[in-house]
T-cell receptor
Framework: TQLLEQSPQFLSIQEGENLTVYCNSS?????LQWYRQEPGEGPVLLVTVVTGGEVKKLKRLTFQFGDARKDSSLHITAAQPGDTGLYLCETSGTYKYIFGTGTRLKVLA | KAGVTQTPRYLIKTRGQQVTLSCSPISGHRSVSWYQQTPGQGLQFLFE???????NKGNFPGRFSGRQFSNSRSEMNVSTLELGDSALYLC??????????????FGSGTRLTVV
């Protein structure tokens, strides 16, 4: 069974700092999605990456897909309290319905 | 366009009872998936329906079941509730075709508490 490991598990930073979270697997992804979830709500899709080496930017968020399509990262520049939430990666490989373990981010004002 | 609608938002049930949760997907989305989310286990896949057929199933006991109607609306049922079934149940719809995925749109979930 393909597993998605996310790191770090928890992250607490001050407003204005930069951070990177990671999503790794031993298997190749056909595509990868990143979501953010706020307490009491469902996850919200942020981005889909498909091509190895692909980089996508969404305002202060930069998503990178590894060349071998086995890993991905999410970098946030100048974090704001509104970025607080649970960040999840999800893969659409052979086992389509796998979510990562999640990174819980808290940005302090 | 309207998002994914889940009802009810909150539910309190007693051990041994059964419960039915409802999900209306985004118009045009034929794939509906259900997930259970708990602090300890994270997001765990329950099952997926596509055009009224269960296309995939996670590792949950038979007490968990679901169905999809011709209008793509879906329901999931949990019978003989246990304390450990307390969780946020999330429904997600997608344009996914077999072998492809474009990501999910999730509803806000149903928070089930079993006492």
């Amino acid at each position: 069974t393909q597993l998605l490991e996310q790191s770090p598990q928890f992250l607490s930073i001050q407003e204005g700092e930069n951070l990177t979270v990671y999503c790794n697997s031993s298997s190749v992804f056909s595509s990868l999605q990143w979501y953010r979830q706020e307490p009491g709500e469902g996850p919200v899709l942020l981005v889909t990456v498909v091509t190895g080496g692909e980089v996508k930017k969404l305002k202060r968020l930069t998503f990178q897909f590894g060349d071998a399509r086995k890993d991905s990262s999410l970098h946030i520049t100048a974090a704001q309290p509104g970025d607080t939430g649970l960040y999840l990666c999800e893969t659409s490989g052979t086992y389509k319905y796998i979510f990562g373990t999640g990174t819980r981010l808290k940005v302090l004002a | 366009k309207a998002g994914v609608t889940q009802t009810p938002r909150y539910l309190i049930k007693t051990r041994g009872q059964q419960v039915t949760l409802s999900c209306s997907p985004i118009s045009g989305h034929r794939s509906v998936s259900w997930y259970q989310q708990t602090p300890g286990q994270g997001l765990q896949f329950l099952f997926e329906y596509f055009s009224e057929t269960q296309r995939n199933k996670g590792n949950f006991p038979g007490r968990f079941s679901g169905r999809q109607f011709s209008n793509s609306r879906s329901e999931m049922n949990v019978s003989t509730l246990e304390l450990g079934d307390s969780a946020l149940y999330l429904c997600a719809s997608s344009l996914s075709l077999p072998g492809q995925s474009y990501g999910y749109t999730f509803g806000s979930g149903t928070r089930l508490t079993v006492v």
